[in-house]
């Protein structure tokens, strides 16, 4: 059997009281209530502006042109339409409550298959913005606090954002655009159009499929399954530049949802070298954000949020990294850095809670027979697996520094020094080995794949009773700061000559 | 008619594509597929974590004796951690069943290099890894290397061969040099006229 698309997507906000008096209209008027005349005039307008575009690249397609002005026009004219008039009407008469269902406005544009499904897309990522998808379901969970009638709502409406239905439309995007066979077509140097299909060939379904790929990363982490949330990037290259590369925020919450999945994974490496990029980036970019305060807040989040998780990474696998992402960070963690080092399992704890991902269960509660905290469950299991790694190498990050101290010495003497036994010691030193070697990615396209390197800044080999450390030092880079501070300092003086 | 194991992985490498890895009337077949691992030697941490997921998702379904095939198999595949992978999927409450509980503790002893406390407790609780064919010897492997590695510089290679490899020559200080470039000193070259 197939696994059906469920078509009864409703209009509850989450809000108890107010989803209820909605079912019970709802009940009454099958459609939906009365839909503002502006509103019409929008979405009418939005639908011609988008396929007038398509029918332009349907035609230059069949004439075998490349793209002309007049496509980047209209491309134009659709991203203001996106990015302005859809939040501000949002703002106007959707502040509380979610747009009118597809199905609701299908008459006004025709019945239009793509334009429907371009809607959908911004139906759900507006109530996934106010309502969310995760709020819901950590709402549905917080059941103590509920009275019986909200209690008895829930119960008689368990598809209300099951998961199923999120991964069912997440899934129908990225196969209706065929965007797993355009990525790979594409990474290898191939023309991509050639296996789009029908409805891939528009750029919006291949956006749609990319952006769902995202989708499935983001929702496989949210449930725990780190491998799944890298797995369905697998044809994507991170590193590289592409059309798709060009929506900031989506770059920006892949790279965290990656980088977190890397860590969970002991993927130190991976995960440092992840974070320090985006970081970078966002640094870089930051003047391009002050366009509408949702994009901003977020994007703000998701950097504190990493460079919490950086500091983590960096306090398990210390290594090097840029200099001004290193510089931010002391700023920011350089004591709760300390504090982790000196195994403080606390501080790992408060920092996990405020940079994870906001964990969700994908199953509806028992109502009868549910406790207050059910909804803390999801963090609770993954913060477990989290504080039971941080636990294992409690003793490594003192045992390094020591280690850093000398060259050569007897093992039972080191030992001493460490207040241990030497059988304990030995035991630690292979758990230092064991720890610090890491699933390195190097090569491929997958994020998944990865050979195993230990680029630990110190190593060491035991010979009979010895033990023989090797420092890896790395010279500071004066002259690389210095040639940062003097363009720096170009900068400012280019910026007074102006005035 | 019995299928091959590469059948079988062929058949389930098909299932796992799309919206069917979610459909909870596949389980039976990837709980087979668990089994048929076990006994075969063989290995397919995708599959496994599949089958998880859909206990995470369908809780009524879910089978302790299988999530511990699942946790063993993962434990033959160290140092990789998808042992971690597995314990990140399986709830509290599940966690805390007989076997699962014991296999964690198993785990955790490998992870932290116990091993002399793992081989104990393992010869405790033999009935656990009844039917997970090579067991032991997958754990050997992982544990020998960790300790030669230490002991006598010896290091398995991946045809299981073992050669003695001179430490001394990678274990070795490294200073690494800053070198910089003539295009990062141009520019600033050009401007300072």
Request: glycine share 4%.
């Amino acid at each position: 059997t197939r696994y059906r698309i469920i078509h009864d997507y409703d209009l509850h906000t989450g809000d108890p009281k107010a989803d209820l008096a909605y079912e019970r209209q709802y009940e009454h008027q099958q459609t939906y209530h009365v839909i503002p005349e502006v509103i019409k005039n929008f979405l009418q307008y939005f639908h011609k502006t988008i396929s007038d575009l398509i029918d332009q690249k349907v035609y230059e397609l069949q004439a075998n042109r490349v793209s002309s002005e007049s496509i980047e026009q209209k491309i134009y004219e659709i991203q203001d339409v996106y990015e302005n008039s859809w939040n501000k009407l949002t703002d106007r008469f959707f502040k509380t409550s979610p747009w009118p269902e597809a199905e609701a406005i299908a008459t006004l544009v025709g019945n239009d298959a793509v334009f429907l499904i371009l809607y959908k897309e911004l139906y759900y990522r507006h109530i996934y913005a106010k309502v969310s998808f995760q709020s819901f379901s950590q709402y549905r969970c917080k059941t103590a606090k509920k009275s019986e009638e909200e209690i008895e709502f829930l119960r008689s409406n368990p598809k209300i954002w099951n998961v199923h239905s999120v991964l069912n439309v997440l899934h129908s995007l990225v196969d209706k655009s065929n965007i797993n066979r355009q990525l790979e077509v594409y990474t290898s140097g191939g023309d991509p159009e050639s296996v789009a299909g029908e409805y891939g060939r528009h750029s919006l379904y291949k956006m749609l499929g990319y952006f769902s790929l995202v989708g499935l990363l983001r929702l496989h982490s949210l449930l725990g399954d780190y491998y799944q949330a890298i797995k369905v990037l697998e044809n994507i290259e991170l590193n590289k530049k592409s059309m798709y590369s060009r929506v900031p925020e989506c770059q920006i919450s892949t790279y965290y949802y990656v980088g977190f999945a890397y860590l969970m994974m002991r993927r130190y490496q991976d995960a440092i070298r992840v974070f320090a990029n985006i970081l970078l980036y966002i640094q870089r970019t930051r003047n391009m954000f002050q366009r509408s305060t949702y994009k901003y807040e977020m994007i703000n989040k998701q950097n504190e949020q990493m460079h919490g998780l950086l500091a983590i990474a960096l306090t398990m696998y210390p290594m090097r990294i840029d200099e001004s992402i290193h510089t931010q960070l002391r700023e920011k963690y350089g004591d709760k850095m300390l504090r982790m080092q000196k195994g403080d399992l606390q501080v790992f704890e408060e920092l996990f809670s405020f940079a994870c991902p906001k964990f969700l269960s994908p199953v509806v509660p028992n109502y009868d027979n549910v406790h207050p905290n059910y909804h803390k469950e999801p963090f609770q299991q993954q913060l477990k697996v989290f504080a039971e790694e941080v636990q294992q190498q409690a003793q490594l990050s003192t045992i390094r520094s020591f280690l850093k101290l000398y060259t050569t010495m007897p093992v039972a003497k080191l030992a001493g020094f460490l207040d241990m036994s030497e059988q304990e010691f030995r035991i630690q030193l292979l758990v230092f080995k064991h720890k610090m070697k890491n699933l390195v990615w190097t090569s491929g396209i997958s994020a998944l794949d990865g050979e195993f390197q230990s680029a630990s800044e110190v190593d060491f080999y035991i010979d009979k009773d010895m033990i023989h450390i090797a420092d890896t030092k790395v010279a500071r880079r004066y002259g690389d700061f210095f040639i940062r501070q003097i363009h720096k300092f170009e900068e400012v003086k280019k910026i007074k000559l102006k005035w | 008619m019995t299928m091959t194991f590469e059948q079988m992985r062929a058949n389930v490498g098909k299932l796992l594509r799309g919206i069917d890895r979610y459909n909870p009337e596949n389980l039976a077949t990837l709980e087979r597929y668990v089994e048929t691992q076990a006994r075969e030697n063989a290995y397919d941490l995708e599959a496994n974590l599949a089958v998880l997921k859909l206990y995470q998702f369908n809780p009524a379904y879910f089978q302790t004796s299988v999530t511990s095939q699942i946790l063993l198999k993962a434990l033959t595949n160290l140092p990789h951690t998808d042992f971690t992978l597995c314990k990140c999927m399986i709830d509290q409450p599940h966690q805390e069943e007989r076997p699962i509980r014991q296999i964690l503790y198993l785990g955790n002893l490998l992870e932290t290099c116990h091993f002399q406390s793992f081989w104990t407790t393992l010869e405790e609780n033999r009935e656990f890894i009844d039917g997970i064919t090579g067991f032991e010897d997958s754990v050997r492997k992982y544990t020998q290397v960790k300790v030669w590695m230490n002991k006598y510089g010896w290091v398995e290679n991946e045809e299981g061969q073992i050669f003695i490899y001179n430490q001394e020559e990678s274990v070795k200080p490294k200073n690494i040099v800053e070198k910089i470039d003539f295009e990062s000193v141009s520019s600033i070259m050009a401007t300072s006229q």
